[in-house]
């Protein structure tokens, strides 16, 4: 092996028959891999952050039939073959092992040329019992991924983030912004890059899955700073069509006393799509309705689209200087879609071309920052191609394939860096898309166009939990789901509550939705986003008397518990643990825990059970074992490591916290 295998720095490089293999220590007990059949390694983008932080001490050992890297908990073992292991060093255990595909391609991964890149195939020997959390935000409804085939690529409600942790101790993030999949199966854990310049993943071992969570955050980038009225109340609907209608509803908020921080104005506020204004015949005094808001103590975030028609003033600049995505074949269209004034054409500005970002921010100055207005809800920013074929657009950076995933990562870089520039330092942008390292940027992320159903809430609860596991501690979905739900029928208002009650406990409370009602119904074939749809309401006090006393309650119960949420933000901050977690990642040890996908902890001390079906009144809970725990609403002390029935009322959820905690949810 010493022929072909040498230091480099403080790393280990292997070469043999145009193939490259490079092993770097990453932080603490990490390592990045990179492998290529080129002849030389790119630097290509992606989301771990240069340089690495600083690791422990670093051990290489170069010999004839192995050699190895060992940093902190990790040894990585380079076999004769050019096989990879991954041991964990306190007990000798490998967590991850490269596997052949047949006998005659001894290597764990394959090359295909393609256009100039390469399809890659990466694939590991699977584990019996192993679990895998995380992968960003999916619709599937499983916590545990193992079994699951993924797209590697944005969509609506789908966001992307190629980071996992295993129950055998690891986390594992596939550096590779492009196109590809990942079969979580029973015989492999296969990684898929469409097309791709070379290799590139990061692997890192700790003892607990919070570890896990901070060492990722150490080299991908700490969430930024939470601001203080993010914890509160968020209303919204699609859509209020005027600054009266938006003021009249912000105005019987505070006749109601009822406790609200932000209020929202959705899309088509404008003219035209990449305007980046509002339209003066609906909205005649921005200036006026920010300070009267303000002086209600409510925040104004407004919908910002990354969408430019082909007609608006901003499409001749931005086409001329290359700020716009391009196709590769055909004229340079992304999306056909609707607006104030029917069918247009429309394209995309270039998040990943910095002088396209700039451009964007001086058009977002003037169109809303000069009224005051430094909230911004960041939509379509996956962004919504029609049709989805990235191997036909071509980015600043690259083609589709290869670079697709940086937009969303990149537009809110735009904003985040833009409002920097105007002195803001806790900043959040409410995005439908996220990558590697979003949390940086400020980005919050929502559970996209849902339906309204009771199965749609089941799942959002594990996609929640696995976003947070992917390092975006701050989600939140549409309440009451974004269609379907008609604000006269019974069902849908036990939705609005059940709902509702699920969200007083995310990181972000927020309703939204396109509602609808037996006299407002939409002509037979009308998209659900016409911008000429009925205005139904979709306020608490629109779902009749008894639903409103409840979602009463609820928002008081969220400004309780504020100060307790800004205290976990604040943990986020420092550490990367996300404030809305599985039960193992406080309680690793129990291995129910590891079990349990339909209830969660929120912060330290509280464990969540949400009601996620129709009907129910009373439902099954576990509470993790090693501490007591006390019913938030009867002060019933309950052992943990037990199952039970817990009461559920249409008024309440079950919530427990934690023994020796003061915190209390009732009001005194």
């Not at 983030?161 to 990942?182: D, K, M, T």
């Not at 269609?483 to 208002?493: K, Q, V, W």
């Amino acid at each position: 092996m010493n022929e072909f295998t040498s230091r480099d720095g403080n790393g280990l490089l292997w070469k043999k028959n145009n193939e490259s293999i490079w092993i770097v220590p990453w932080g603490k007990n990490g390592a990045r891999v990179r492998v290529t059949k080129q002849a030389s390694f790119k630097d290509t983008p992606g989301g771990l952050l240069t340089p690495p932080p600083p690791g422990g001490k670093v051990k290489i050992t170069i010999g004839e039939q192995e050699s190895t890297l060992v940093n902190g908990e990790l040894t990585v073992k380079l076999s004769a073959g050019a096989q990879l292991t991954f041991i964990r060093n306190s007990d000798g255990k490998p967590l991850l092992t490269e596997r052949a595909r047949t006998t005659a391609e001894y290597h764990g991964r394959t090359f295909t040329p393609r256009n100039g890149t390469w399809h890659i195939d990466q694939r590991f020997f699977a584990r019996e019992g192993e679990r895998f959390y995380g992968m960003g935000q999916r619709q599937h409804g499983f916590l545990d991924q193992k079994g699951c085939v993924l797209d590697l690529m944005h969509r609506n409600t789908e966001v992307s983030i190629p980071f996992l942790i295993s129950s055998e101790g690891y986390g594992f993030l596939w550096n590779h912004p492009g196109v590809g999949r990942v079969d979580l199966g029973r015989n492999d854990t296969r990684w898929i890059a469409e097309s791709a310049q070379q290799i590139d993943y990061y692997i890192v071992i700790d003892k607990t899955p919070a570890a896990l969570l901070t060492r990722y955050a150490e080299v991908t980038g700490f969430p930024s700073e939470f601001p203080e009225w993010a914890s509160g109340f968020w209303q919204c609907k699609l859509r209020y069509k005027t600054q009266n209608e938006l003021m009249d509803v912000a105005r019987e908020y505070k006749r109601r006393k009822l406790p609200i921080s932000v209020i929202i104005i959705d899309f088509h506020h404008w003219r035209q799509m990449g305007d980046w204004t509002f339209d003066p015949e609906c909205w005649p005094d921005p200036a006026a309705m920010v300070k009267e808001l303000k002086e209600m103590g409510i925040e104004l975030m407004v919908s910002v689209w990354p969408t430019v028609n082909v007609s608006c003033k901003n499409y001749p600049p931005m086409k001329a200087h290359g700020l716009l995505i391009r196709n590769e074949r055909g004229f340079s269209i992304q999306n056909n879609s609707t607006d104030n004034h029917g069918s247009v054409i429309q394209t995309f500005y270039d998040s990943t071309n910095p002088e396209a970002r700039t451009y964007l921010w001086k058009q977002i100055m003037e169109g809303y920052v000069k009224y005051g207005i430094k909230l911004f809800w960041l939509d379509t920013m996956e962004p919504e191609l029609c049709p989805l074929e990235q191997d036909n657009t071509r980015y600043h950076l690259g083609n589709g394939l290869e670079v697709s995933g940086l937009y969303p990562l990149h537009h809110a870089q735009a904003f985040h860096d833009g409002l920097k520039s105007t002195g803001e330092t806790a900043i959040l942008t409410l995005g439908r898309s996220a990558w590697i390292g979003s949390q940086r940027f400020g980005a919050a992320v929502w559970s996209a166009d849902i339906p309204s159903t009771f199965d749609s809430l089941q799942r959002q609860v594990a996609g929640g939990l696995n976003i947070a596991m992917s390092g975006i501690p701050w989600w939140t979905t549409d309440i009451g789901g974004f269609y379907g739900g008609d604000i006269e029928d019974p069902s849908f208002r036990e939705l609005m509550v059940r709902w509702f009650q699920y969200g007083v406990f995310c990181p972000i409370l927020r309703v939204h939705g396109i509602r609808r009602h037996k006299n407002a119904r939409e002509k037979p074939g009308d998209p659900i986003a016409n911008p000429n749809h009925p205005n139904v309401a979709n306020e608490v006090w629109s779902y009749g008397e008894e639903v409103y006393g409840i979602l009463r309650d609820q928002l008081f119960l969220r400004e309780r518990l504020r100060p307790y949420i800004r205290k976990q933000m604040k943990v986020a901050q420092k550490t990367g643990l996300p404030p809305m977690r599985p039960l193992f990642v406080d309680f690793p040890e129990d291995q129910k825990a590891w079990q349990v996908e339909d209830q969660f902890l929120f912060g330290p001390d509280l464990v969540v059970a949400p009601v996620v079906a129709e009907g129910v009144r009373t439902r099954p809970v576990y509470l993790p074992s090693g501490t007591a725990w006390r019913c938030a609403w009867t002060g019933k002390v309950h052992k943990g490591g037990t199952i039970f029935k817990a009461e559920a009322p249409l008024a309440r959820i079950p919530v427990f916290i934690r023994q020796g905690s003061k915190l209390q949810l009732q009001s005194v």
